[in-house]
């Protein structure tokens, strides 16, 4: 079993940042590849970005250029750095890994608005 826990998120405003944390209770992030999605009010879960166990990255059309994933195996925390956020941003985001089965961490909500 392993647990994943969000946390980062909050209220800010168009063009601001912010950095999303996702913590595993278990020393394999080295071994796995991490995904952050997002899902917002009405609309389906989306991916967003993903790192592979090697550091290969994935962005979404929407994430490109503006969003920085990456992880630190010492600390099994997975991280997006959300820059130029707008409020089409706006969404809960979880981050998933794979590992024997799919585990989905809680959610961390991220609201974009002036």
């Known amino acids: 079993q392993v647990q994943l826990v969000e946390s980062g998120g909050g209220t800010v405003q168009p063009g601001g940042s912010l950095r999303l944390s996702c913590t595993a209770s278990?020393?394999?992030?080295?071994?796995?590849?991490m995904r952050w999605y997002r899902q917002a009010p009405g609309k389906e879960r989306e991916l967003v970005a993903s790192i592979s166990s090697s550091g290969t990255t994935y962005y979404s059309n929407s994430a490109k250029g503006r969003f920085t994933i990456s992880r630190d195996n010492t600390k099994n925390t997975m991280y997006l750095q959300m820059n130029s956020l707008k409020a089409e941003d706006t969404a809960v985001y979880y981050c998933?890994?794979?590992?024997?089965?799919?585990?989905w961490g809680k959610g961390t909500l991220v609201s974009v608005s002036s």
């Open positions: 998933h890994i794979f590992y024997e089965m799919d585990y």
């Open positions: 278990r020393s394999i992030l080295s071994i796995v590849t």
